[in-house]
Protein backbone atom coordinates (compact mmCIF):
# COMPACT_ATOMS: atom_id res chain seq x y z
CA UNK A 1 0.00 0.00 0.00
CA UNK A 2 1.21 3.67 -0.76
CA UNK A 3 2.55 5.21 2.41
CA UNK A 4 1.55 9.11 3.28
CA UNK A 5 3.95 11.16 4.89
CA UNK A 6 3.39 14.82 6.64
CA UNK A 7 5.86 17.54 6.37
CA UNK A 8 5.42 20.83 8.79
CA UNK A 9 6.84 23.26 6.83
CA UNK A 10 6.85 22.05 3.37
CA UNK A 11 6.03 25.00 1.30
CA UNK A 12 10.18 26.01 1.00
CA UNK A 13 13.61 25.08 1.79
CA UNK A 14 14.14 21.87 3.90
CA UNK A 15 10.57 21.07 4.17
CA UNK A 16 9.93 21.16 0.17
CA UNK A 17 13.21 19.33 -0.42
CA UNK A 18 11.88 16.67 1.98
CA UNK A 19 8.48 16.58 0.78
CA UNK A 20 10.14 16.18 -3.20
CA UNK A 21 12.10 13.14 -1.44
CA UNK A 22 9.69 11.30 0.23
CA UNK A 23 7.75 11.51 -3.40
CA UNK A 24 10.23 9.81 -5.10
CA UNK A 25 10.25 6.97 -2.73
CA UNK A 26 7.07 6.90 -3.61
CA UNK A 27 4.88 8.12 -0.60
CA UNK A 28 1.84 10.67 -0.62
CA UNK A 29 2.77 13.71 0.98
CA UNK A 30 0.59 16.20 3.13
CA UNK A 31 2.12 19.59 2.38
CA UNK A 32 1.71 21.61 5.60
CA UNK A 33 1.92 25.55 5.34
CA UNK A 34 1.51 28.65 7.24
CA UNK A 35 1.05 31.54 4.88
CA UNK A 36 2.85 30.53 1.42
CA UNK A 37 0.14 28.80 -0.14
CA UNK A 38 1.89 29.18 -3.84
CA UNK A 39 4.88 28.06 -2.28
CA UNK A 40 3.32 25.32 -0.88
CA UNK A 41 1.77 24.37 -4.27
CA UNK A 42 4.77 24.44 -6.35
CA UNK A 43 5.91 21.82 -3.70
CA UNK A 44 2.53 19.76 -4.26
CA UNK A 45 3.17 20.30 -8.09
CA UNK A 46 6.85 19.07 -8.00
CA UNK A 47 5.52 15.79 -5.43
CA UNK A 48 2.40 14.88 -7.97
CA UNK A 49 5.50 15.15 -10.82
CA UNK A 50 7.08 11.87 -9.17
CA UNK A 51 3.25 10.44 -9.53
CA UNK A 52 2.34 10.35 -6.06
CA UNK A 53 -0.68 12.09 -4.95
CA UNK A 54 -0.08 15.28 -2.75
CA UNK A 55 -1.80 18.04 -0.99
CA UNK A 56 -0.91 21.66 0.53
CA UNK A 57 -2.75 22.32 4.08
CA UNK A 58 -2.55 25.72 5.04
CA UNK A 59 -1.95 25.17 9.46
CA UNK A 60 -0.25 27.21 11.60
CA UNK A 61 1.85 24.39 14.20
CA UNK A 62 1.11 26.36 16.95
CA UNK A 63 -2.61 25.95 16.72
CA UNK A 64 -4.03 22.71 18.11
CA UNK A 65 -7.31 23.04 17.30
CA UNK A 66 -5.72 23.49 13.47
CA UNK A 67 -3.22 20.71 13.68
CA UNK A 68 -6.33 17.98 14.61
CA UNK A 69 -8.56 19.43 11.57
CA UNK A 70 -5.19 19.09 9.33
CA UNK A 71 -4.55 15.23 10.69
CA UNK A 72 -8.28 15.01 10.04
CA UNK A 73 -8.07 16.00 6.61
CA UNK A 74 -4.68 13.75 6.13
CA UNK A 75 -6.47 10.78 7.09
CA UNK A 76 -9.64 11.42 4.57
CA UNK A 77 -7.74 12.42 1.85
CA UNK A 78 -5.41 9.30 2.48
CA UNK A 79 -6.16 6.66 4.96
CA UNK A 80 -2.85 6.12 6.79
CA UNK A 81 -0.14 8.04 8.33
CA UNK A 82 3.06 6.43 8.09
CA UNK A 83 6.00 9.44 8.23
CA UNK A 84 5.63 12.56 9.93
CA UNK A 85 8.70 15.00 9.55
CA UNK A 86 8.39 18.04 11.72
CA UNK A 87 10.27 20.32 10.23
CA UNK A 88 8.49 24.05 10.61
CA UNK A 89 10.73 26.22 12.16
CA UNK A 90 11.44 30.01 12.46
CA UNK A 91 14.28 31.98 14.43
CA UNK A 92 13.25 35.89 16.43
CA UNK A 93 16.99 36.32 16.95
CA UNK A 94 18.79 38.73 19.77
CA UNK A 95 20.91 39.01 23.04
CA UNK A 96 19.61 38.10 26.07
CA UNK A 97 19.03 41.49 27.54
CA UNK A 98 17.11 42.69 24.46
CA UNK A 99 15.47 39.09 23.87
CA UNK A 100 11.59 40.03 24.20
CA UNK A 101 8.80 37.70 25.94
CA UNK A 102 6.92 37.63 22.67
CA UNK A 103 9.92 36.39 20.39
CA UNK A 104 10.88 33.66 23.38
CA UNK A 105 7.32 32.25 23.18
CA UNK A 106 7.24 32.69 19.16
CA UNK A 107 9.94 30.61 18.79
CA UNK A 108 9.48 27.64 21.60
CA UNK A 109 5.56 27.44 20.45
CA UNK A 110 6.63 26.89 16.65
CA UNK A 111 9.59 24.56 17.07
CA UNK A 112 9.00 23.01 19.89
CA UNK A 113 5.30 22.87 20.55
CA UNK A 114 4.49 22.77 16.88
CA UNK A 115 6.39 19.38 17.49
CA UNK A 116 4.41 18.30 20.21
CA UNK A 117 0.63 19.12 18.79
CA UNK A 118 1.64 17.12 15.30
CA UNK A 119 3.68 14.18 17.52
CA UNK A 120 0.81 13.80 19.56
CA UNK A 121 -1.92 13.84 16.72
CA UNK A 122 -0.40 11.67 14.75
CA UNK A 123 1.09 8.91 17.21
CA UNK A 124 -2.34 8.18 18.01
CA UNK A 125 -2.52 6.85 14.17
CA UNK A 126 0.46 5.29 13.97
CA UNK A 127 0.09 3.04 17.13
CA UNK A 128 -3.30 1.89 16.08
CA UNK A 129 -1.01 0.90 12.71
CA UNK A 130 2.03 -0.54 14.89
CA UNK A 131 4.19 1.20 12.52
CA UNK A 132 5.55 4.89 11.44
CA UNK A 133 8.71 7.13 11.74
CA UNK A 134 8.72 10.62 13.41
CA UNK A 135 11.42 12.74 12.37
CA UNK A 136 12.50 16.14 13.92
CA UNK A 137 14.36 18.79 12.86
CA UNK A 138 16.79 19.78 15.11
CA UNK A 139 20.21 21.97 14.57
CA UNK A 140 23.57 22.10 15.81
CA UNK A 141 22.20 25.09 17.65
CA UNK A 142 20.50 22.82 20.25
CA UNK A 143 23.49 20.64 20.26
CA UNK A 144 26.56 23.47 21.16
CA UNK A 145 24.33 26.48 21.73
CA UNK A 146 25.03 30.01 20.18
CA UNK A 147 24.94 33.09 21.22
CA UNK A 148 22.32 35.64 20.21
CA UNK A 149 19.68 32.48 19.69
CA UNK A 150 19.04 31.24 23.35
CA UNK A 151 15.65 30.76 22.40
CA UNK A 152 16.23 28.98 18.91
CA UNK A 153 18.85 26.64 20.74
CA UNK A 154 16.27 26.35 23.56
CA UNK A 155 13.49 25.26 21.38
CA UNK A 156 16.28 22.64 19.15
CA UNK A 157 17.70 20.91 22.67
CA UNK A 158 13.65 20.82 23.52
CA UNK A 159 13.17 18.73 20.36
CA UNK A 160 16.44 16.54 20.96
CA UNK A 161 15.17 15.61 24.52
CA UNK A 162 11.65 15.09 23.05
CA UNK A 163 12.67 12.90 20.41
CA UNK A 164 14.58 10.20 22.58
CA UNK A 165 11.37 10.34 25.38
CA UNK A 166 8.90 9.36 22.38
CA UNK A 167 11.64 6.71 21.07
CA UNK A 168 11.28 5.15 24.59
CA UNK A 169 7.74 5.73 25.12
CA UNK A 170 6.90 4.19 21.36
CA UNK A 171 9.23 2.21 20.22
CA UNK A 172 7.06 -0.82 21.99
CA UNK A 173 4.38 0.14 19.00
CA UNK A 174 7.18 -0.38 15.72
CA UNK A 175 7.60 3.45 15.77
CA UNK A 176 10.74 5.07 15.18
CA UNK A 177 11.35 8.78 16.52
CA UNK A 178 14.84 10.21 15.53
CA UNK A 179 16.08 13.61 14.93
CA UNK A 180 17.93 15.34 12.11
CA UNK A 181 20.29 18.30 12.95
CA UNK A 182 21.41 20.52 9.99
CA UNK A 183 23.70 22.83 10.53
CA UNK A 184 24.06 25.84 7.96
CA UNK A 185 21.78 25.14 4.89
CA UNK A 186 21.47 27.39 2.08
CA UNK A 187 17.66 28.73 2.66
CA UNK A 188 15.37 31.66 3.76
CA UNK A 189 16.57 31.24 6.70
CA UNK A 190 19.83 31.83 6.28
CA UNK A 191 20.29 34.20 3.36
CA UNK A 192 19.27 37.37 6.23
CA UNK A 193 22.94 35.87 7.67
CA UNK A 194 25.65 39.20 7.07
CA UNK A 195 28.37 37.66 4.70
CA UNK A 196 30.85 38.38 7.72
CA UNK A 197 28.74 35.53 9.40
CA UNK A 198 28.10 33.28 6.80
CA UNK A 199 32.04 33.41 6.22
CA UNK A 200 32.92 32.61 10.06
CA UNK A 201 30.45 29.56 9.48
CA UNK A 202 32.36 28.65 6.42
CA UNK A 203 35.59 28.46 8.08
CA UNK A 204 33.86 25.75 10.49
CA UNK A 205 33.05 23.57 8.07
CA UNK A 206 35.86 20.87 7.77
CA UNK A 207 33.90 19.58 3.76
CA UNK A 208 33.93 23.60 2.96
CA UNK A 209 31.16 24.08 1.28
CA UNK A 210 27.59 25.33 2.80
CA UNK A 211 24.18 22.31 2.75
CA UNK A 212 21.83 22.21 0.04
CA UNK A 213 18.42 21.68 1.29
CA UNK A 214 18.43 18.37 -0.57
CA UNK A 215 21.69 17.24 1.78
CA UNK A 216 19.17 17.37 4.58
CA UNK A 217 16.47 15.87 3.13
CA UNK A 218 18.38 12.96 1.89
CA UNK A 219 18.73 12.02 5.45
CA UNK A 220 15.42 12.77 6.27
CA UNK A 221 14.66 10.10 3.25
CA UNK A 222 17.01 7.26 4.81
CA UNK A 223 15.43 7.51 8.24
CA UNK A 224 12.28 7.91 6.92
CA UNK A 225 12.69 4.47 4.80
CA UNK A 226 12.85 0.60 5.72
CA UNK A 227 16.34 0.67 5.60
CA UNK A 228 16.30 2.55 9.29
CA UNK A 229 13.80 0.12 10.92
CA UNK A 230 16.36 -0.52 13.68
CA UNK A 231 17.55 3.09 14.13
CA UNK A 232 15.51 5.29 17.15
CA UNK A 233 16.31 7.80 19.52
CA UNK A 234 19.12 9.46 17.27
CA UNK A 235 20.50 12.56 16.44
CA UNK A 236 21.76 12.63 12.62
CA UNK A 237 23.73 15.38 12.84
CA UNK A 238 24.33 16.69 8.62
CA UNK A 239 26.40 19.66 8.72
CA UNK A 240 29.44 18.67 6.57
CA UNK A 241 31.73 17.92 9.93
CA UNK A 242 31.06 21.29 11.94
CA UNK A 243 29.82 20.33 14.90
CA UNK A 244 32.32 17.35 16.44
P1 LIG B 1 12.56 28.25 5.86
O1 LIG B 1 13.11 28.17 4.47
O2 LIG B 1 12.52 29.56 6.55
O3 LIG B 1 11.06 27.62 5.83
C1 LIG B 1 10.32 27.57 7.00
C2 LIG B 1 9.11 26.71 6.77
O4 LIG B 1 8.37 26.60 8.02
C3 LIG B 1 8.14 27.29 5.75
O5 LIG B 1 7.59 26.23 5.01
C4 LIG B 1 7.08 27.96 6.62
O6 LIG B 1 5.79 28.05 6.00
C5 LIG B 1 7.03 26.99 7.79
N1 LIG B 1 6.47 27.60 9.00
C6 LIG B 1 6.99 28.61 9.75
N2 LIG B 1 6.17 28.89 10.77
C7 LIG B 1 5.10 28.04 10.68
C8 LIG B 1 3.92 27.85 11.43
N3 LIG B 1 3.65 28.59 12.52
N4 LIG B 1 3.06 26.89 11.04
C9 LIG B 1 3.31 26.14 9.94
N5 LIG B 1 4.42 26.27 9.19
C10 LIG B 1 5.30 27.22 9.55
O7 LIG B 1 13.30 27.27 6.84
P2 LIG B 1 14.42 26.13 6.60
O8 LIG B 1 15.74 26.78 6.61
O9 LIG B 1 14.02 25.25 5.47
O10 LIG B 1 14.30 25.34 7.98
C11 LIG B 1 13.50 24.19 8.14
C12 LIG B 1 13.80 23.58 9.50
O11 LIG B 1 15.19 23.26 9.58
C13 LIG B 1 13.50 24.52 10.66
O12 LIG B 1 12.99 23.78 11.76
C14 LIG B 1 14.88 25.08 11.00
O13 LIG B 1 14.95 25.49 12.35
C15 LIG B 1 15.75 23.87 10.72
N6 LIG B 1 17.14 24.21 10.47
C16 LIG B 1 17.50 25.02 9.43
C17 LIG B 1 18.86 25.31 9.23
C18 LIG B 1 19.34 26.19 8.11
O14 LIG B 1 20.55 26.47 8.04
N7 LIG B 1 18.48 26.64 7.21
C19 LIG B 1 19.82 24.78 10.10
C20 LIG B 1 19.42 23.96 11.14
C21 LIG B 1 18.08 23.68 11.31
P3 LIG B 1 5.42 29.30 5.03
O15 LIG B 1 6.24 29.14 3.79
O16 LIG B 1 3.96 29.14 4.78
O17 LIG B 1 5.78 30.53 5.80
Do not use: W
Amino acid sequence: MTKTAIVTGGSRGIGRATAIELSKMGMNVAVIYHGNQDKANETVDACKENGVEAIAIQCDVKDNTAVSVAIENVQETFGSIDVLVNNAGVTKDGLLLRMSEEDFDTVIDTNLKGCFFFSKACAAVMMKQRSGKIINIASVVGISGNAGQANYAASKAGIIGFTKSLAKELGSRGICVNAVAPGFVETDMTEVLSDKVKEALMNNIPLKRTAKPEDIANAIGFLASEKADYITGQVLTVDGGMCM
